[in-house]
C-alpha cells in the first residue's frame, strides 16, 4: 500500500528550463513533507520542506507547492543546472516521527 | 566532517551469519533511525529511539535488533542472515521528530 506516490520514474529536462516533480498521496494524516536528493553511493540529503499548512515555500532556487484538496505536491527547480541530476525522492509524516518515502524519481538535466 | 557515518560502507556474507552495521551522529540529534531501501528503491522505517527509547518499531522480523548504547549511536544487529535481507540499509539522525532527517551513506548488505 503505497501511500506516497511519485509516478514519473524519470524525467529530462534542458539545462536553464525548469524541472518539475510530482508527488502524490493517499494520507490525509500527513502533515509535513519534504522533498529529499540523492546522489549514487551517498545517503539522501535534505532539500527543502513544507508544513500542511502552508501552500508554498521557497529557497533559492527550488519551490515546493503543495495542494492539501488534491493531495498533491510538487518540487519546481528552476533553472535547471548539470548538478541537479540525482534521484528526489518525496516524503511525507504524519504522527510521530516516521518518514513514508515515494520511489523516487531520476532528474536528467543535459547541457 | 561526517555527520552521520555508517559502518561498514559493503558487507557481503553467508547466509545465515549474525552481522552488525554501526551507526555514529555527530550532531547533537536526539533522535536516530535505521531505514531499509529494499529492491524497489523505496526506503522504509524499520526502527527509530529518541534518546536511547526505542520509539518506533515497525513490522521488522525478530532477528533484527537495535542497539543504542548512548543518544549518538544506533547500531543494527542482524541474526541468521537471509537472502531477502540484501538490501541497503540507511541509518538517519533528527534534532526532533518536526525536524529533517539527515541520513548515512548507506550500508550495502549481501547475501550469498
Known amino acids: 500500500d503505497q501511500q506516497v506516490k511519485q509516478n514519473s520514474p524519470s524525467l529530462s529536462v534542458q539545462e536553464g528550463r525548469i524541472s518539475i516533480l510530482n508527488c502524490d498521496y493517499t494520507?490525509?494524516?500527513?502533515?509535513?513533507f519534504l522533498w529529499y536528493k540523492k546522489y549514487p553511493a551517498e545517503g539522501p540529503t535534505f532539500l527543502i520542506s513544507?508544513?500542511?499548512?502552508?501552500d508554498k515555500n521557497e529557497d533559492g532556487r527550488f519551490t515546493v507547492f503543495l495542494n492539501k484538496s488534491a493531495k498533491h505536491l510538487s518540487l519546481h527547480i528552476v533553472p535547471s543546472q548539470p548538478g541537479d541530476s540525482a534521484v528526489y525522492f518525496c516524503a511525507a509524516k504524519g504522527n510521530g516521527n516516521k518518514l513514508v518515502f515515494g520511489a523516487g524519481t531520476i532528474l536528467r538535466v543535459k547541457s | 566532517d561526517t555527520a552521520v557515518s555508517q559502518t561498514p560502507k559493503y558487507l557481503v556474507t553467508q547466509m545465515g551469519n549474525d552481522k552488525s552495521i554501526k551507526c555514529e551522529q555527530n550532531?547533537?540529534?536526539?533522535?536516530m533511525y535505521w531505514y531499509k531501501q529494499d529492491s524497489k528503491k523505496f526506503l522504509k522505517i524499520m526502527f527509530s529511539?529518541?534518546?536511547?527509547?526505542?520509539?518506533i518499531n515497525e513490522t521488522v522480523p525478530n532477528r533484527f535488533s537495535p542497539k543504542s548504547p548512548d543518544k549518538a549511536h544506533l547500531n543494527l544487529h542482524i541474526n541468521s542472515l537471509e537472502l531477502g535481507d540484501s538490501a541497503v540499509y540507511f541509518c538517519a539522525s533528527s534534532l526532533a521528530g518536526n525536524q529533517p532527517q539527515h541520513f548515512g551513506d548507506g550500508t550495502r548488505l549481501s547475501i550469498l
Open positions: 494520507n490525509s494524516m500527513f502533515d509535513y
Open positions: 529511539y529518541n534518546n536511547k527509547e526505542l520509539i
Open positions: 513544507i508544513s500542511s499548512i502552508k
Open positions: 550532531l547533537g540529534h536526539d533522535t
